[in-house]
């Protein structure tokens, strides 16, 4: 079983730069697939971005070039960097950790003004 848990949200003008962290614990969280997930109000939740265990990345369209996820194994961390960001960033973000069943954490908001 995997905790995670999400910091680094906050208010940020269009163009601006935020870093998001998710803090894994539990059992052997490097395993782990994980990814970053967004849910604007009223809308579905999307995939941002995503690393395997081995480190390959994938990523949104909307959020190629401007986005990138990586992390630390050594201290189960995954992290978001986001730059450039628009108002159509603005949502709740989640971090998420798959292995046969998924975990999610508590979310941290984002919000961009114009």
């Known amino acids: 079983q995997v905790q995670l848990v999400e910091s680094g949200g906050g208010l940020v003008q269009s163009g601006g730069s935020l870093r998001l962290s998710c803090a894994a614990s539990?059992?052997?969280?490097?395993?782990?697939?994980m990814g970053w997930y967004r849910q604007a109000p009223g809308k579905q939740r999307e995939l941002v971005a995503a690393i395997t265990s081995g480190g390959s990345t994938n990523y949104a369209d909307s959020v190629k070039g401007r986005f990138t996820i990586s992390r630390d194994n050594a201290k189960n961390m995954v992290y978001l960097q986001m730059n450039s960001l628009t108002p159509e960033d603005t949502a709740v973000y989640y971090c998420?950790?798959?292995?046969?069943?998924?975990?999610w954490g508590q979310g941290t908001q984002v919000t961009v003004s114009s």
């Open positions: 998420s950790a798959q292995r046969g069943r998924w975990y």
């Open positions: 539990g059992s052997r969280s490097s395993l782990y697939d």
